[in-house]
């Protein structure tokens, strides 16, 4: 889900795209609300900023939201025994910060006709701000400023009898982004959009109590197995009974988010049998063939670019070194900085290893360059410890559109490669050399054969290629979607 | 407003009644937030637990609520800048403690299709557990667990095509007592049900800015002027263009509540010409003529027995003096005390002054008795102290019935009058003599001639007989209102 | 105690003065630590601005301090369960606010060579910055800027061998008020100064256990007994052995402070069997003997003024009256109030009754005028309330000097009856009329044929005549105690 | 610096050693406060539980401390402005946590007869508790429990007429381990105990400006130049005058921390012209060397095993793989979790890339085993992954003593190679194989031909071969140093 208000700053120059949630379910099991939290933590990185989760006891739900990290805020005995029953849901948000917040974290919760609904999304509603406008026309109320409230105020809105008629009721008005996963009193129901542009995976705990994730590295924290993807376009109900499968939406081509394998899933998740990290080692083993380059060792920006580093060392045979160490105590938290502080961003993070480097041709894998603001300031500090040559080598295609999806991207204008031809990026940068990997490199790296006409995944950030219509997102995220300001 | 779910316990047994809210507003005033403040802190009394104030600047409103007292919270450059705009409406809670309770604290705000919706309520809609029901099952969502929210959904849902006539549309499905303050783009609007059970008033500042309070007192803090009551049944609407009066109702009996002048209401604040002060003075002095007694000093119960006290001294002659001296820094934050601390409670705010009272004949005023446990201790107290004699005269009459109309009372079997005979009660309290005034000394002392078959006020927490429909009253404020917990 | 710091500034014109602290000592009960955290919390008007209690189990010394008042801080099972032992001291502070005041906080402890010692102290050394001095030359280390540390290290550095000795030893270097409670591993100590400026009352507790106090009403709260005042000059040491009674001050004319009768102490504490609020009663009488008026009504300054006022009604037969209300809801935290709030300073704490007073010829009766600022604030608030004639009447001489005994005065400069005339004094209040008490109808109030040659009390304050040497004070509360500035 | 109380359990079995200090200074900069505060980030490796600044301005000195990471507390506009000065010191602390340990946060400062004194403080002193109870007795009054402030009293105490022969006058009666930085109104001054122990090195910002800290990565982040370490023995004093370089101390054989070298310094600081990297990939290379074995892949454990990993890869051509993930949202934050999320300790960490491990025999690279139930649970988690052999490579000899030299280690009982032979600890923790780094394998990664007789570094955790005097050591860390317990 997304929050369409505007973003707080944050201190530094964060020159990375950042996923904005993840989601986890879990139905039937004495321990759910702990299971859910250690969900929750395994996917952290898909969502720093506030957590949730709701449970339910047979007779009502209870709740548990904090702005923060799961580990700092979920944990405890206190939350955990506030949240009894069987059933749970959970979510991780990337988003703004500040108190008033806390009525966006998710999962969202309504008083339906046919009882309570709790509701956690990943993805985002494209069209949300038209559905919004015609609700309250209707006579809605909203809570929250989220894109995800629509779907709920559309269920309740519904006529339909069964409540599974009145969320795909929902669903069919909504255009975009969503894998969704849903608590109510006698059942958990999982849907993942028609092209299924986020992930959303099942499990399966001590033979039978089914699970709900967006990555399968949710399931390892809890021994949990990996049993499948939910599907594009698939509807998963789960209930005391046994499990439902529908799929009530008209059928398309999948499009599945290509970037989740080049940056936001955890390395040790996998799809298709297959980790992250060997993908992205194949993503460094292509780099290395389409643009090596003669050099004393390959560096990874740590740590997203150290599993494709890896890669154009192993094919490369040039040695992996720590060429920068990374300064694990930088937290999220350098709050106002002063000037003589904020102006060390860079180095606050990282430090060349001076006396590795010193004199050294060097080769930097970094995961992708988004504003470009960072790689400068990277390539200076490597500079300036000394090495003789630095070529730069990028793990995915140039990053030229923003995503309307889910995943927090600049406007257009500021993605450095849709405003800059390849030599003015390398010299901007300060690089000797700078090379991206290609569109059919990447598409070889996760095992096709190069990118079709029609495509596979969803490239849209490299390519352009929206996959779904796009109504409200032109312009439409600055629009103004609550008269209120609070504090 | 009420907030129909089960209250915390306060840590000591505070046994007074509480009224549960006040309300102000202001149009047109450059600094409309400071003057809202100023005049919730001088409407603290009527609700300590929460305050909230939302403003309107031509463009959007500002919200600014907090849990405590306005003068902790409300009064720093902070909030107030936080707040800006020329006009604004506030209100004070009395309620449960706690994070997630933040969502009940008025005003309450809401983006209708003709913009926004910001509402105060003082008093209780006694019906609305049924509306609720209701508008849940046409799809309706609610955010809070606040009786005042159904208002709001009523008018969402209302056909009509002017707001006013939306409001009206949706306070003719309304049963209780209601004075409301709400502001709009274009509007401020006041309403107070029609037996006025809970009052409202109407005041000018610099000569035109008007406002609105539930006493006089909230205009005296700013300098302003008192104009006149909103009638009972009376609708105000003011807007750039002026001031309109509708009375959509029809018309019945007013009943106000006769116990602000016993103890709501401060003793500054005015009513027809008269301080409250006054009032209570006539009452000690109708107490002292109804059954006064030989003594050597008559002492109030702090604080507000006092002005009754000096009626009675006046009249009676008798002495009065500070025999019970009140420690102003009980805050009311003895949280968690240990048994030894808690086993001391009247003694923590009250002591008596022994060097005064020693071999005394006492009398005793205070204003009522709920559950009759202060008044066991603070008898106790003042024997331990040494006085000869005690003599208790209760300056209303004895407390029988509940209040559905926005007081906090204990249910009907907790009131130490509904369960006891009088002989018993002097004897549990364990004083020389009880007196309380009677029902037409107490008419008498607001000025009528006694009172009447029907009567000029409602009084049905002294004699069962309650001016409106009780629809969700029986049992009703323990049902669940809400299948939510949150922490 | 004192902190010779400066004080952080209140945010409204606080025009009183403000007794500096209170201490409370127990020895030899089980439930030692709720007992002194009652006696702090009954002497609460001896300092608000942070306490701490100190106990001893007999094997280690306990402590617990806050910043803020008792009943908020100190009652909890937590802090109780926190101060374990049959021993314990207690203190009130009145001091700034900021975090690191925590190292001033009382009681301060030592680890001595003989072992723990922790102290108590109400009063001011007025020698302590030449002692400060002096110790740090010989290698002593001050962890506060407390004046009350000198006499810990002055204890630490004496080479005499019983702890008793090396207190006086350090006492006899000591210039100033103080009353002292000790607590050791063996001996609980109360010390008075040689003159007695400051109140200290010896208990007891169920036929035998030993208490200590400022002031008797710390006992009422505990259902304790009133012995006797600890004696100008002694030194009492209480153990398991017994009790012992020293005499190691070279005896002079004893000088208790006047103003603890006018105004410090609470009006239900006794000396000689007298209260402070019939004491107050009588000055009132003696004002209305003094300067009487034709008038309507005596009206108290609430709260202060109140038993003066009902004396003075008593003598004179105006009736006493309620014409200014106060607002309980004032508390010490307008934190940085707007300058339109700031502005309505006085009528933030109280109002006038504006029905009552209107057309009225008034009293108005306050305990003193330290700066006058509030005195014209309230004379201008019952003028626009209507009263058509004002007079002013003062339960105390002009207070013209400073006191350095442990009450927080302004300068001298500051002091309206320092720097005015009478007539002028009038004429810039706004009133009709203005009389002081004289000093010697002060003495009568207080039981003397009036004030002697060689005066029974210290009134510094009102006479400038100061009964001990004040080294450091001409100008030294400004001298920089500490090179360190800590946030 | 130790502070000698007992410490907190942290939440999770955290099975590594800790690092107790960090110290850092600069003297004569206009933005010396932001320097030291960025110097203590890159710093914070070495102590994450409090950090201070003390700044000198010419007339005050001015501090800031907090408890919890730099990066989180002091970096704002706020604290910086509130460290004004030219000189600055800094310090890092690993330690309890909680409200009263804010008093041991260094620097700790003192008002000594010559002016104000700041230290900050790496090392223990080991005769600590003798030398505190030898003060008492003469009169000193401790404020912290730290063993730093010793130092402070014995300066304070000394008879010497200038300030740097009070210190060494009080040096020479100190026993143990300490780096010191320490700031007076004219000096500041850098010492490091005779066999230098700890390290501390100089450094150089803008030609000139002369800069302290415990490792060179503090100069990288401030842009400033490595000049020299500081000598063992050494004591440099820096004046506006210039610098001055004493040795005081009667020379020994320097025995500089061997531990340091493989694992407490970041692997950018440099030593000797060599980064801590490169001796860890050396250390790496001894190993495989010394006890290679044939398998699939080499694994370190994150993150500290990394660099030792990588050399074993590059000398034993097995390939280099992050078969295990960090969990980077592990917080320090994990507060009381429930018995199930305790459970699952090193997984709420790490998570082992199953895809990658399935059927893979694998080498696992750690820095050191301490207790051993870290190893339990990962070489557990890898096997549960399907790694058809585990075999486990220490990169350090069996640790089989406690330091007493700042860091903080377990008694000698927990310690497993203390405990066990080789061939239990294999079988305890579940390996095929398991082996450690040879003492003399480790001296030759530091550059030496092996270990000498007497032996160039401190290898005590290794040898028990403890450099100085340990007179309270044996036992003693656990006696009682303060008889005050607080809250």
Do not use: W
């Not at 309250?136 to 909203?142: D, E, N, Q, Y």
């Not at 092209?195 to 949990?224: H, K």
């Amino acid at each position: 889900m997304t929050d369409p208000l505007p973003r707080a700053q944050t201190p530094f120059d964060d020159d990375s795209l950042h996923e904005e949630c993840g989601v986890f379910g879990i139905y039937g099991h004495s321990d759910s609300a702990a299971h859910t939290v250690l969900g929750l933590h395994a996917l952290q990185h898909r969502g720093q900023e506030a957590a949730g989760v709701v449970s339910y006891d047979g007779q009502r739900f209870h709740s548990q939201r904090c702005l923060g990290l799961v580990g700092d805020n979920l944990t405890s005995e206190d939350v955990i025994s506030g949240l009894p029953g069987d059933s749970a849901i959970g979510h991780n948000r990337y988003s703004t910060t500040g108190d008033t917040v806390l009525r966006n974290v998710q999962p969202l919760f309504a008083e339906l006709s046919g009882g309570g609904f709790a509701i956690a999304h990943n993805g985002n509603i494209t069209n949300a701000l038209t559905l919004r406008r015609d609700l309250i026309r209707k006579g809605a109320i909203f809570q929250s400023t989220s894109d995800t409230e629509v779907i709920i105020h559309l269920v309740a809105l519904s006529r339909k009898p069964r409540l599974v008629d009145r969320l795909v009721d929902a669903l069919l008005q909504v255009q975009g982004a969503y894998s969704l996963v849903i608590l109510t009193q006698k059942k958990m129901i999982a849907v993942r959009d028609p092209m299924g542009v986020r992930p959303l995976v099942l499990g399966e705990l001590d033979g039978g109590v089914p699970l709900l994730a967006s990555e399968t590295c949710a399931f390892d924290i809890i021994g949990a197995k990996f049993v499948r993807e939910i599907e594009p376009g698939e509807m998963v109900v789960f209930t005391e009974e046994g499990t439902e499968t529908l799929h009530p939406f008209l059928p398309v081509k999948p499009r599945p988010c290509i970037f989740e394998h080049v940056y936001f899933s955890r390395p040790d998740s996998q799809s298709n049998g297959t980790s992250m990290y060997e993908i992205r080692k194949r993503i460094g083993r292509e780099l290395a063939m389409e643009s090596g380059v003669d050099a004393d060792m390959v560096i990874p920006v740590p740590d997203s670019g150290t599993p494709a580093a890896i890669g154009y060392s192993q094919a490369s045979g040039v040695p992996f070194e720590l060429g920068i160490i990374r300064n694990h105590y930088v937290g999220r938290t350098f709050i106002e900085p002063t000037d003589s502080i904020r102006h060390l961003g860079v180095r606050l993070k990282h430090n060349a290893n001076r006396a590795e480097i010193k004199g050294k041709k060097v080769v930097l894998v970094d995961d992708s360059i988004v504003r470009g603001t960072t790689s400068i300031k990277i390539v200076e500090m490597v500079r300036a410890a000394g090495a003789s040559e630095v070529h730069m080598r990028i793990a995915s295609p140039p990053t030229t559109n923003p995503c309307f999806y889910g995943v927090d991207t600049p406007e257009r204008e500021k993605l450095l490669a849709a405003r800059m031809e390849h030599t003015e990026m390398a010299k901007l940068i300060g690089v000797d050399s700078l090379a991206y990997l290609t569109i059919d490199g990447l598409y070889r790296a996760v095992g096709e054969h190069g990118r079709n006409e029609v495509p596979q995944y969803c490239d849209a950030c490299f390519s352009g290629d929206y996959p779904t219509g796009l109504e409200d997102q032109e312009g439409g995220r600055q629009s103004q979607l609550s008269l209120l300001t609070e504090a």
